[in-house]
């Protein structure tokens, strides 16, 4: 009978409703750290932004250095930018279509890591290599690269926040940790507004370097040190106290 009245408050407990899936976030440490590693990977978002700008302002550096002015540099750093952007698609897709592969075979966890890792070498590659006048196809691949494992380990981390809850709860929650998310992500968005109104377009790259960088280092130390695998969990019955120990 004790087991059977823990079950009805279990379920009771597990049905949907937005506070209640709240509560289930900050009372359950695996979903309070997948949201929170999300949110910090999310001020990365500036790179799939700004990445064309990114290329276009630093091409046009390298003539600008040759005495030319900004209007002018930019007209021709257009050229380069139109190489790079004809490279970007392919190293994207081969970055979200690895996603898949690699969560079913090495698993969640591993995936959101290695593409987060991805992320964060590429984007700062990328920068590197359009302010250093790399050749256009290579920085176009960074560039994709930067963005296609982007987008590909943030599908991850929604994959396992929806495999961490009960059935009865699952909607409820998975549309509510966005917002939580979304709290910590909306300082990087203050924060890079602010920052390009000062310092102007021109900063875009360093600003996104600046904020994305440790944003996306945190979110992979946080992921690495407190969230468990999810791979295998029986979406029906999982109850989300499995990843507590």
């Not at 276009?56 to 250095?65: C, I, P």
């Not at 290695?114 to 176009?140: D, R």
């Not at 000062?198 to 944003?215: M, N």
Request: net charge neutral; glycine share 8%.
């Amino acid at each position: 009978e004790k087991e059977a009245a823990r079950q009805k408050k279990q379920y009771v407990d597990s049905q949907g409703g937005f506070f209640k899936a709240l509560k289930f976030a900050f009372t359950h440490k695996q979903l309070f750290w997948l949201a929170v590693a999300q949110g910090m990977f999310m001020y990365g978002m500036v790179i799939t932004t700004y990445y064309e700008t990114t290329m276009t302002y630093g091409y046009a550096q390298q003539f600008m250095e040759n005495g030319m002015a900004l209007d002018a540099a930019k007209n021709s750093a257009t050229a380069l930018v139109t190489q790079a952007l004809i490279a970007f698609p392919f190293s994207n897709s081969i970055c979200q279509l690895l996603q898949g592969f690699l969560a079913d075979r090495a698993g969640r966890k591993p995936t959101a890591i290695i593409l987060s890792a991805i992320t964060i070498v590429s984007f700062a590659l990328f920068y590197l290599g359009s302010n250093m006048g790399w050749h256009p196809y290579c920085v176009g691949l960074l560039a994709g690269a930067a963005v296609g494992s982007y987008w590909g380990a943030s599908d991850i981390f929604g994959m396992m926040e929806t495999e961490s809850v009960p059935t009865n709860l699952r909607s409820s929650t998975i549309s509510a940790l966005p917002i939580f998310s979304g709290v910590i992500y909306s300082v990087s968005l203050l924060a890079s507004m602010i920052l390009i109104n000062v310092l102007g377009d021109a900063k875009i790259g360093i600003v996104c370097l600046l904020i994305a960088i440790p944003g996306m280092v945190i979110s992979l130390l946080i992921m690495s040190a407190k969230v468990k695998e999810t791979k295998g969990i029986d979406l029906g019955s999982v109850r989300g106290d499995e990843f507590e120990n």
